[in-house]
């Protein structure tokens, strides 16, 4: 169960896009099409913004999407907005009913 | 509308035990699987235990299994995590946390977390 490997921070400048990598392996996000992206601001809980690796959940803006090669998700963040900024987690269905989640993102608008 | 809230947390001693509680609501709590969700200060969320709607199947990760209890009392509508042999690497927020309905693989709701601080 070790963590999915996450970069610690990625920037971007207003209406940029941005992309985040997630790899895992091939116990959890390489057998599984159930990887979800977390959103989470500081002192808040966090909320889901992409499921089953490309699913927004209603009231979720477009401009988030999610997409998955081999062991490696990604989210990506296009037309980058000040709200953005937060920390960014993804998270992995790896078998036997356990999950794994990334290390986490920080997400900065320059 | 779905709220979680959790209670119980505090500061205690290595070693020691502790019980966390989430209570559930704007929800059919016993059709739903929920979770623990943990986040050391400053650090990364880490998924703790699972409990299937009827209680009947549990899991755990491993830096948990054999210390933590999670349980659930369905007409009471609450979720219970029993922690022992507390050591400072707990330390952390404790959310509570459920999955959509048709038991997908995420969580669509969570709470505000309990805060849980084991130091000597």
């Known amino acids: 169960q070790s963590a999915l490997t996450q970069p610690a921070s990625v920037s971007g400048s207003p209406g940029q896009s941005i992309t985040i990598s997630c790899i895992g392996t091939t116990s959890d996000v390489g057998s599984f099409d159930l990887v979800s992206w977390y959103q989470q601001y500081p002192g808040k809980a966090p909320k889901v913004i992409i499921f089953?690796?490309?699913q927004r959940p209603s009231g979720v803006s477009d401009r988030f999407s999610g997409s998955k090669s081999g062991n490696t998700a990604s989210l990506t963040i296009s037309g980058l907005q000040a709200e953005d900024e937060a920390d960014y987690y993804c998270?992995?269905?790896?078998?036997?009913?356990?999950?794994?989640f990334g290390l986490g993102t920080t997400v900065t608008v320059l | 509308q779905v709220q979680l809230v959790e209670s119980g947390g505090g500061v205690v001693q290595p070693g020691t035990s502790l019980r966390l509680s989430c209570t559930g609501s704007?929800?059919?709590?016993?059709?739903?699987?929920m979770y623990w969700v943990r986040q050391a200060p400053g650090k990364g969320l880490e998924w703790v235990a699972i409990?299937?709607?009827?209680?009947?199947?549990?899991f755990y990760s491993d830096s948990v299994k054999g210390r933590f209890a999670v349980s659930r009392d369905n007409p009471k509508n609450t979720l219970y995590l029993d922690m022992n042999s507390l050591t400072p690497d707990d330390t952390g927020l404790y959310y509570c946390?459920?999955?959509?309905?048709?038991?997908?693989?995420?969580?669509?709701?969570w709470g505000p977390g309990t805060l849980v601080t084991v130091s000597s």
């Open positions: 409990v299937s709607h009827d209680g009947d199947k549990r």
């Open positions: 998270c992995s269905y790896a078998g036997s009913s356990t999950f794994v």
């Open positions: 704007g929800f059919i709590f016993r059709t739903f699987d």
């Open positions: 089953d690796v490309t």
């Open positions: 946390a459920k999955d959509p309905p048709g038991g997908r693989y995420y969580f669509d709701s």
